[in-house]
């Protein structure tokens, strides 16, 4: 359960880890940094996107809490430091995504709740954001503001996912789904070569994530199994539903990679389109990982991101945190 900092990616100051357990029984790993101020803005919580972990996000988090924030972050099932269901632990695997909900509660009731300031924030990207749309419009996320970077609202290599859902759902029918997706290996995408890489453009950052992810070893997952393809599939379908944005109430701020080769743009502007409280926002240029981008591309993003958050005024009517 504890963070493995590199030479290039040390631990920010302050980090309490600690291990929560899911009503299922589930252990995350999850960290959490108290704000560097007598005075927090309130608390940010991450939702990192698949096969992350929470040595990714370091800089980040060193931003966020020089912007005056609470930072929690955790691994969801199946990835990072927290519990695998295979015996194979480089496996991107969950049976369903209604599991990652558990996951959520679990952090909800046993961090938010008892440990942070309020107003809360969910930052969240790629799978993490999908996951994070999917709760709010259910009213099911324990945050107050939503940011959406680079939502997987569709795939982009697959261009018939109504298809892809039917073959994983026969695959997954027929006892495969724990098998990796066709094609699937070990091999974490943060440390294959940089050359053609879909997550960023930054060969600095991304050489700092691929250390990071050889020393955290079996932390780092490699592809995803039929069986999460399939949950993910079913997951985007609904999310493509037109009343799925519209039931979403909570103000949202949606983030797209104008370059994203990994999930697609396009369908992350349709959906913002019809948020009752919410825009989007087009990155010309810019790759996956919209925060592990060049600096070009990565400043704007944070200052967006920054400019969403609650501000001192809307900290100074929040509600405290209770325990």
Same mark, same amino acid.
């Given at each position: 359960?504890k963070?493995?900092p590199?030479?290039?990616?040390?631990?920010?100051?302050?980090?309490?880890?600690?291990?929560?357990? #899911?009503?299922?029984?589930?252990?995350?790993r999850?960290?959490?940094?108290?704000?560097r101020?007598?005075k927090p803005?309130?608390?940010?919580?991450?939702?990192q996107g698949?096969?992350?972990?929470?040595e990714?996000?370091?800089?980040?988090?060193?931003?966020?809490?020089?912007?005056g924030?609470?930072?929690?972050?955790?691994?969801w099932?199946?990835q990072?430091?927290?519990?695998?269901?295979l015996?194979d632990?480089?496996k991107?695997h969950?049976?369903?995504?209604?599991?990652?909900?558990?996951d959520v509660?679990a952090?909800?009731?046993?961090v938010?709740?008892?440990?942070?300031?309020k107003?809360?924030?969910?930052?969240?990207h790629?799978?993490?954001?999908?996951i994070?749309?999917d709760?709010a419009?259910r009213?099911?996320?324990?945050?107050e503001r939503?940011?959406?970077?680079a939502?997987m609202?569709?795939?982009?290599?697959?261009k018939h996912?109504t298809?892809?859902?039917?073959a994983?759902?026969l695959?997954?029918?027929?006892?495969?789904g724990g098998?990796?997706?066709?094609?699937?290996?070990?091999?974490s995408?943060?440390?294959?070569?940089? #050359?053609?890489?879909?997550?960023?453009?930054d060969?600095?950052?991304y050489?700092?994530?691929a250390? #990071?992810?050889?020393a955290?070893?079996?932390?780092a997952?490699?592809?995803?199994t039929?069986?999460w393809?399939?949950s993910a599939?079913?997951l985007?379908r609904?999310?493509?539903?037109?009343?799925?944005a519209l039931?979403?109430?909570?103000?949202?701020?949606?983030?797209?990679?104008g370059?994203?080769?990994?999930?697609?743009?396009?369908?992350?502007?349709?959906?913002a389109?019809?948020?009752?409280?919410?825009?989007?926002?087009?990155v010309?240029?810019?790759?996956h990982?919209?925060?592990?981008?060049?600096?070009s591309?990565?400043?704007?993003?944070?200052?967006?991101?920054?400019?969403?958050?609650?501000?001192p005024a809307?900290?100074a009517?929040?509600?405290?945190?209770r325990?």
């Amino acid at each position: 359960m504890k963070l493995v900092p590199t030479a290039a990616n040390p631990v920010p100051e302050g980090a309490i880890v600690s291990r929560v357990v #899911a009503r299922d029984g589930a252990p995350l790993r999850v960290a959490r940094w108290p704000a560097r101020t007598d005075k927090p803005r309130g608390t940010v919580v991450i939702f990192q996107g698949r096969a992350e972990f929470v040595e990714k996000w370091f800089e980040t988090i060193e931003d966020l809490l020089a912007m005056g924030f609470c930072v929690v972050a955790f691994d969801w099932r199946g990835q990072g430091g927290s519990e695998r269901t295979l015996a194979d632990p480089r496996k991107g695997h969950v049976g369903r995504f209604g599991l990652y909900a558990r996951d959520v509660e679990a952090i909800a009731a046993q961090v938010l709740k008892r440990e942070c300031p309020k107003p809360h924030a969910v930052l969240a990207h790629s799978m993490g954001a999908a996951i994070a749309l999917d709760l709010a419009r259910r009213g099911r996320l324990p945050a107050e503001r939503l940011i959406a970077l680079a939502p997987m609202l569709g795939i982009v290599r697959v261009k018939h996912p109504t298809l892809a859902y039917y073959a994983t759902t026969l695959a997954w029918l027929l006892g495969f789904g724990g098998m990796y997706v066709p094609g699937g290996g070990e091999t974490s995408q943060t440390t294959k070569p940089f #050359a053609g890489n879909p997550l960023t453009s930054d060969r600095l950052r991304y050489a700092r994530n691929a250390d #990071a992810a050889a020393a955290l070893g079996e932390g780092a997952i490699g592809d995803p199994t039929i069986g999460w393809a399939r949950s993910a599939f079913a997951l985007m379908r609904r999310l493509a539903e037109p009343r799925a944005a519209l039931d979403i109430r909570l103000p949202t701020l949606v983030i797209a990679a104008g370059a994203d080769r990994v999930v697609s743009a396009p369908a992350a502007e349709r959906f913002a389109s019809r948020l009752k409280t919410g825009n989007a926002l087009v990155v010309p240029g810019a790759r996956h990982e919209l925060i592990a981008e060049a600096d070009s591309i990565r400043e704007p993003v944070m200052a967006a991101i920054e400019a969403f958050l609650p501000q001192p005024a809307d900290v100074a009517t929040a509600a405290p945190a209770r325990g």
